[in-house]
């Protein structure tokens, strides 16, 4: 076969081509090379869900033993002391419900960035309003601080925490007892309205305090000049505790539907 002869406009577009080509190659071998870096610093997503998995089980793990060591104090207390416990609770047990309380912060945080799948407004709830009875009701009143309506908060609150912390803290790990589950998603029911029924008798308990002291109350300014007591807004938030519990207690309702709900359905 006779070789054949390239003009030069074919011989030069036969280079373009292979230069194209190569500079083409170069390019994606490139882009290949900057994605491999990308994701090595940014993580891969197997990484990402261990790292968030590790953070929520240490967290988990943190607030179960902080609310099982008020748990089980508060506990052998009564079984040691009987009722005389019920009035030195909180000179007992607050430091470290100060530091549960004030972690639980980090919660509604995870919620509302979406490291958890947890709606925000049951969180926020729950947050605001344990700690407006531990840092308020009880932090500034010392005459609060003696009565036995705080063993009751504190035991019932460290009650239903327990046994949710210990469930999420199982859940990170892919654990899933059947008791705890059983136990993470009915407790509640008896709990949960118990706990609001003492937050509620401990802002009773301290309303005439507040309005013997005149702890938080003002007056407002020239030509009103009419003293608010604090104890006018403690009366609101006694209304804002039980729509609260409703709130929450649907909250809670409809995840225990979701997860048995389904179950009998199938069955049937």
């Not at 416990?85 to 509604?108: G, P, R």
Request: a positive charge; aromatic letters at 18%; proline letters at 3%.
């Amino acid at each position: 076969m006779e070789n054949q002869v390239l003009t030069p406009h074919v011989y030069w577009a036969q280079r373009h081509r292979e230069l194209y080509l190569r500079v083409e190659l170069s390019d994606v071998q490139e882009e290949e090379r900057l994605n491999k870096l990308r994701l090595e610093s940014e993580g891969s997503p197997e990484t990402l869900t261990n790292l968030r998995k590790g953070y929520l089980f240490m967290y988990n793990l943190v607030q179960f033993l902080g609310f099982s060591w008020i748990f089980v104090n508060l506990t052998v207390r009564f079984c040691i002391l009987g009722k005389e416990s019920f009035y030195d609770t909180f000179h007992t047990v607050a430091d470290m419900m100060y530091f549960c309380q004030m972690l639980a912060v980090v919660e509604t945080i995870n919620a509302a960035i979406g490291v958890t799948t947890s709606p925000v407004l049951p969180s926020l709830i729950q947050l605001l309003g344990r700690n407006f009875i531990l840092f308020i009701i009880f932090g500034t009143m010392e005459e609060m601080q003696n009565k036995a309506v705080v063993f009751f908060v504190f035991y019932l609150w460290s009650a239903i925490e327990i046994f949710r912390y210990s469930f999420y803290m199982l859940t990170c790990i892919d654990m899933d007892w059947k008791v705890l589950t059983w136990l993470r998603y009915t407790l509640w029911i008896p709990l949960y309205p118990l706990g609001c029924l003492a937050e509620a008798v401990s802002v009773i308990q301290s309303i005439p305090i507040f309005n013997e002291t005149g702890r938080f109350s003002f007056t407002l300014p020239y030509p009103v000049k009419i003293k608010v007591r604090f104890s006018f807004f403690l009366q609101i938030y006694l209304i804002m505790i039980f729509l609260g519990l409703y709130i929450n207690f649907r909250h809670l309702y409809k995840q225990r539907r979701r997860r048995y709900g389904q179950k009998k359905k199938k069955i049937h």
